[in-house]
């Protein structure tokens, strides 16, 4: 990656805005949805910026940039048309060390700003790198229309049970299978149609039920050629419930990308043609965890008498047909 994708804290920033024209009342407009401790330093403002500045209270230095006006600031952006006015401005945040914007000059910039789909408390935030601005911008439209607008319900409601819900479910793979049961269920549908108490009055029932302690599993994944693009949605779905994941060399890296995040990864140095970690995964899986199996191609796995005699779940796939 090129780029480190990163949320600021809200309520720590404190940014300077230079500039007074449309570009710098747009992003002063996108900082007013997360803080409004925001300075603009510009000799003369816009109607818009104005407009900005004494609505919300900021702060307005009424001159053009200085040298030495940086150091109370933790993030800036450079939004005037003038090219040798910005490169000193990111010569300066740069040896201060503060992170910089130069609207249009990526060069100039220590990070850039991504295209926002807001749900709030609900964040998707993407990137091309600077490199297909247009491909990003259909991107987001695909996400747009099916992302439902009553997301940010959804994570509300989450945020307010969720002490609950990990008091009463034990295991991180059961809670992870229970709010994904409930959110996709009656209980999300009632919360996107407005139906909160409802809603919650399903969660409280569903929580006095018999939940039981998670059953190991084990996953063998035959991924054929590896390409990602042939993942089915069975595989990608087991994938993303893995709490650790067994492949060698000959497995795509990319297909890595699809493990849930936080699931251990265990690359093994002796091909699964060879040798299977059988001994491994069960210890793993005889725990409680779900483990996932990468096997590059298709071959017959091999017989394992441990795992035949053990009461772990065992199941393969073919992703890529």
């Given at each position: 990656?090129?780029?480190?994708p990163?949320?600021?804290?809200?309520?720590?920033?404190?940014?300077m805005?230079?500039?007074?024209?449309?570009?710098?009342?747009?992003?002063?407009?996108?900082?007013l949805?997360?803080?409004t401790?925001?300075t603009?330093?510009?000799?003369?403002?816009?109607?818009?910026v104005?407009?900005l500045?004494?609505t919300?209270k900021?702060?307005w230095?009424?001159h053009?940039y200085?040298?030495?006006?940086?150091e109370a600031?933790?993030?800036?952006?450079?939004a005037?048309?003038?090219t040798?006015?910005?490169?000193?401005?990111?010569?300066e945040?740069?040896?201060?060390?503060?992170?910089i914007?130069?609207?249009?000059?990526?060069?100039l910039?220590?990070?850039?700003t991504?295209?926002?789909?807001?749900?709030?408390p609900?964040?998707?935030?993407?990137?091309?790198s600077?490199?297909?601005?247009i491909?990003?911008?259909?991107?987001?439209?695909?996400?747009?229309?099916?992302?439902?607008?009553?997301?940010?319900?959804?994570a509300?409601?989450?945020?307010k049970?969720?002490?609950?819900?990990?008091?009463?479910?034990?295991?991180l793979?059961?809670?992870?299978?229970?709010?994904?049961t409930?959110?996709r269920?009656?209980?999300g549908?009632?919360?996107?149609?407005?139906?909160s108490?409802q809603?919650?009055?399903?969660l409280?029932?569903?929580?006095n039920?018999?939940?039981?302690?998670?059953?190991?599993?084990?996953?063998?994944i035959?991924?054929?050629d590896?390409?990602?693009?042939?993942?089915?949605?069975?595989?990608h779905?087991?994938?993303?419930?893995?709490?650790a994941?067994?492949?060698?060399?000959?497995v795509?890296?990319?297909?890595?990308?699809?493990?849930r995040?936080d699931?251990d990864?265990?690359?093994?140095?002796v091909p699964?043609?060879m040798?299977?970690?059988?001994q491994h995964a069960l210890?793993l899986a005889?725990?409680g965890?779900?483990i996932?199996?990468?096997?590059?191609?298709?071959?017959?796995l091999?017989?394992?008498?441990?795992?035949?005699?053990?009461?772990?779940?065992?199941?393969e796939?073919?992703?890529g047909?």
């Open positions: 990656m090129n780029y480190f990163i949320f600021l804290t809200a309520n720590k920033i404190n940014a805005v230079i500039g007074g024209g449309d570009v710098a009342a747009r992003k002063i407009e996108l900082l949805k997360t803080t401790n925001i603009i330093m510009a000799k003369q403002v816009n109607p818009s104005e407009r500045i004494n919300y900021l702060d230095l009424s053009n200085q040298q030495g006006s940086l600031f933790n993030l800036v952006i450079a005037t048309d003038d040798s006015v910005n490169l000193a401005i990111s010569q945040a740069e040896q201060l060390k503060i992170l914007n130069v609207v249009d000059q990526p060069e910039c220590s990070y850039i991504p295209a926002i789909i807001d749900r709030s609900i964040l998707i935030a993407m990137s091309s600077g490199s297909a601005p491909l990003l911008r259909m991107l987001r439209e695909q996400i747009e229309k099916t992302l439902p607008d009553g997301y940010g319900k959804l509300d409601f989450s945020l049970f969720r002490d609950h819900v990990k008091a009463r479910v034990k295991g793979r059961n809670r992870r299978t229970f709010w994904e409930t959110l269920g009656a209980i549908n009632a919360i996107l149609q407005g139906n108490q809603a919650e009055q399903q409280i029932v569903s929580l039920e018999e939940i039981l302690p998670p059953q190991g599993e084990i996953t063998f035959h991924t054929l590896g390409d990602p693009d042939k993942l089915t949605l069975a595989a779905r087991e994938m993303q419930f893995a709490d994941v067994f492949y060698d060399d000959k795509n890296k990319n297909l890595i990308e699809y493990i995040r699931a990864k265990f690359p093994q140095s699964s043609t040798l299977i970690n059988f210890e005889e725990s965890q779900k996932i199996y990468l096997l590059a191609e298709h071959h017959a091999p017989h394992n008498s441990a795992l035949a005699l053990s009461s772990i779940v065992a199941k796939l073919i992703s047909v």
